[in-house]
Nanobody, 124 residues
Framework: VQLVESGGGWVQAGGSLRLTCTAS????????IGWFRQAPGKRREGISC????????DYSDSVKGRFTISSDSTKNTVYLQMNNLTPEDTAVYYC??????????????????WGQGTQVTVSS
């Protein structure tokens, strides 16, 4: 299983970024993909998940209404569109995969495989 994140970078507050998680080595449609983030000195936070046996995607309260998750099974790819970014969104963003979920649960211990992360920095 391999997950590769891309699309991170630097952006001013109010700006947008789109993160990409490209998956390989497993049957994409059988796995849920979650997005997580970790800021310096803070705990890892689950922010969204989609796919696999999940009936619908879901979001944490901290990003709901600003971030949109989507997937393209033809490309084995999950996207995270991030709008109206704030400095509080600064973190390393990770995608992770799990075959075990039928509902979106943004708990990192439930995910088996992780990407290397991509840095997102939002300046005020």
């Amino acid at each position: 299983v391999q997950l590769v994140e891309s699309g991170g970078g630097w952006v001013q507050a109010g700006g947008s970024l789109r993160l990409t998680c490209t998956a390989s080595g497993f049957t994409f449609k059988e796995y849920a993909i979650g997005w997580f983030r970790q800021a310096p000195g803070k705990r890892r936070e689950g922010i969204s998940c989609i796919g696999g046996r999940l009936t619908r995607p879901d979001y944490s309260d901290s990003v709901k209404g600003r971030f949109t998750i989507s997937s393209d099974s033809t490309k084995n790819t999950v996207y995270l569109q991030m709008n109206n970014l704030t400095p509080e969104d600064t973190a390393v963003y990770y995608c992770a995969a799990t075959p075990w979920l039928s509902v979106c649960v943004m708990e990192g211990t439930l995910y088996d495989d992780w990407g290397q992360g991509t840095q997102v920095t939002v300046s005020s």
